[in-house]
């Protein structure tokens, strides 16, 4: 009873912080199910209760994690993972646990999400990639050999509720940086049908990006920059063919989403949103990840295993270089360094020695913005 107390207090006090701010940014790959959302934070996956934003860490390895896909039934977590050195499939109990190898290929097989009655995982992959890949690709829970699904060149895919059909982007587009482009790359939103082999493109009057399509119900959720120039979620109605626009966002792009037929889950800005679809309304979610954050924390670095930009003074017997930040002079002969900038917070580059030797300019961002600087090479 005194645990369960120490419990219900840690949620309480942990609940009381995200609501006056303490909100974990940069969640990655989000999937959600009901009042569960999974969600990859550096580099392991976590979960979390949309209703009082406390995370719990699912996964520990070393190696990176993510695309995290629940299953129908909500029981089971289907991810991509470098255990063994390579990104391959894997599975684990929704609440955690030992990860169950799903997939053994040397290409890279990244989790798009499930067959509609749970006893595959649907993934991606570049295994026979060869002119026209990648291909999508379905395994067992059991693992054993995948089977190619039959769309052809896809890069993501979604069912519909009975397995009957499949909406899919045949090209790849979500890591490029590329911002109102309207070339032969932007993807298209294609419906293949199984039961007739017919598949037709949904989205050809647009020339710009159409990605990352969701069935749900009778509507297709998918990224859009049509009419805003920035990605926002949009919906495609399969009875009316009609389009309607359901996040109106002008300043970041709507990203990686995910969905339980319920409500659609996507990042925008470095924070979790959730679409509820019956409602017709989103609302940010209030995540809080009580990670270590061993990697931000203060620590002795050296400072040679860091080197950028270097210039030699005319003389030749010192070099100057940037590292970790500072500016550095370094005795040729003796291995004698000096730091010349002493900069906490700021980040000095690209030194350069002037003809005299007495002199040497470098750019530092100390105001904000890269600005030159120049200062004397003191012996």
């Given at each position: 009873m ?15 912080s995200?609501?006056?701010?303490r909100?974990?940014k ?7 199910h ?5 969600f990859n ?15 719990f860490?699912?996964t520990?390895?070393?190696?990176n ?16 993972a ?7 499939v894997?599975v684990?109990?929704v609440e955690?646990?030992?990860?169950k190898r ?27 990639m060869?002119?026209y ?5 379905v395994v067992?829970?059991d693992?054993?050999l ?8 896809a890069?993501w895919?979604?069912y519909?509720?009975?397995g009957s059909?499949?909406v ?11 911002k109102r ?9 294609w ?6 082999n017919?598949f037709?493109?949904i989205?050809?009057d647009?020339s710009?990006v ?17 009419q805003t ?13 009609e389009?309607?626009?359901?996040t109106?966002f002008?300043?970041?792009?709507v990203?990686?989403p ?12 470095g924070s979790?949103y ?5 409602a017709?309304?989103?609302?940010q979610?209030?995540i809080?990840?009580?990670s ?8 002795f670095?050296?400072?040679t ?9 005319p ?6 270089v ?6 550095y ?13 002493h900069?906490?917070?700021v ?13 040497v300019?470098?750019?530092?961002d ?13 012996a």
């Amino acid at each position: 009873m005194q645990k369960q107390l120490w419990y219900l207090l840690l949620v309480v006090l942990i609940s009381f912080s995200v609501l006056y701010g303490r909100e974990t940014k940069f969640l990655h790959y989000p999937d959600i199910h009901g009042n569960l959302v999974v969600f990859n934070y550096a580099g392991d996956l976590w979960s979390a209760d949309i209703t009082d934003g406390l995370a719990f860490h699912l996964t520990t390895s070393p190696g990176n994690e993510t695309y995290p896909r629940i299953s129908p039934d909500g029981k089971w977590i289907a991810f991509t993972a470098e255990y063994d050195g390579n990104p391959d499939v894997y599975v684990i109990p929704v609440e955690g646990g030992e990860p169950k190898r799903l997939t053994y290929h040397g290409a890279p097989d990244n989790v798009v999400g499930w067959t509609p009655d749970g006893k595959q995982v649907l993934f991606v992959s570049y295994r026979d990639m060869g002119y026209y890949g990648p291909y999508l690709y379905v395994v067992g829970m059991d693992g054993g050999l995948p089977e190619r699904v039959l769309v052809d060149r896809a890069a993501w895919g979604s069912y519909n509720a009975d397995g009957s059909k499949m909406v899919f982007n045949r090209r790849a587009g979500e890591f490029r940086n590329w911002k109102r482009y309207h070339g032969g790359e932007a993807q298209d939103v294609w419906i293949a049908d199984f039961l007739t082999n017919q598949f037709k493109n949904i989205t050809p009057d647009y020339s710009g990006v159409d990605q990352r399509p969701l069935w749900a119900g009778n509507e297709i959720y998918f990224l859009s920059d049509r009419q805003t120039n920035v990605l926002n979620l949009w919906a495609y109605n399969v009875l009316t063919g009609e389009f309607s626009q359901k996040t109106n966002f002008k300043d970041y792009a709507v990203y990686a989403p995910g969905t339980d037929g319920k409500s659609v889950v996507f990042e925008h800005g470095g924070s979790l949103y959730v679409y509820n679809i019956a409602a017709d309304k989103t609302t940010q979610l209030q995540i809080y990840v009580p990670s270590e954050n061993w990697q931000t924390r203060p620590q002795f670095v050296n400072p040679t295993k860091y080197m950028g930009g270097f210039a030699v003074t005319p003389d030749g017997k010192w070099a100057v270089v940037d590292a970790r930040g500072d500016i550095y002079k370094i005795a040729k002969k003796s291995g004698k360094w000096v730091n010349l900038t002493h900069s906490q917070g700021v980040r000095e580059q690209y030194p350069r020695v002037s003809p005299d030797g007495k002199y040497v300019a470098y750019f530092s961002d100390r105001t904000g913005d890269d600005q030159l600087y120049i200062q004397e090479l003191k012996a």
